[in-house]
């Protein structure tokens, strides 16, 4: 196997460390997982959830109504802020999820990049650019004659963060300087 790839294991837990720069007092904090999200997610939230002192809550959906369901028991336990864990069925509910977050009065995390320009708070994840980049020089490689199996399985050495400030304005978040600094991307 050779290749790029686009998982990063503690991905999420750095999302989770954001998310408690923006809400430092916060004890309790939601996951939407897509029913069809790798079965590492899950477990990957969990242990970062418990290190960083957060009592997390897993609402597991697929369906439309399921997600609607979830940001309504999410509002209902008091949490205001969500990580969405995206699988097969997300990507094109991406603009549903973001505006049901923001009518429940939720910030949410992503790991992509659509997702906060549909509305999310924040994304952060492996820059893709940089990925198709490096792509293209495997393709190289084994168009010279590289054998596949001889090129190792590339990690993700670039990462965006993206934030959404008309949705933090929305929300009434004030985004810390020291996370803005961090940002490669500001959506105002």
Sequence with gaps: MTGISFQVPTINGRRL???RAIFPAAVRVGLLLDATAPGTALTEHEE???T???TIQVIVAKEPSEIEAAFATFRSA???SVSVAIGGSFP???PQIASLALASGIATSWGAPDAVRAGG????GPDQIDLYRRSAGYVDKILKGAKPGELPLAQP???DLILNLKTAAALGIRIPDAVLAQATEVIR
């Design 92 to 94: 094109a509910r991406f």
């Design 17 to 19: 460390q954001i998310m």
């Design 52 to 54: 960083l002192g957060f």
């Design 48 to 50: 970062a959830a418990r």
């Design 121 to 124: 708070l924040l994304a952060l």
């Design 157 to 159: 050495e670039k990462f």
């Design 78 to 80: 008091g949490i205001t």
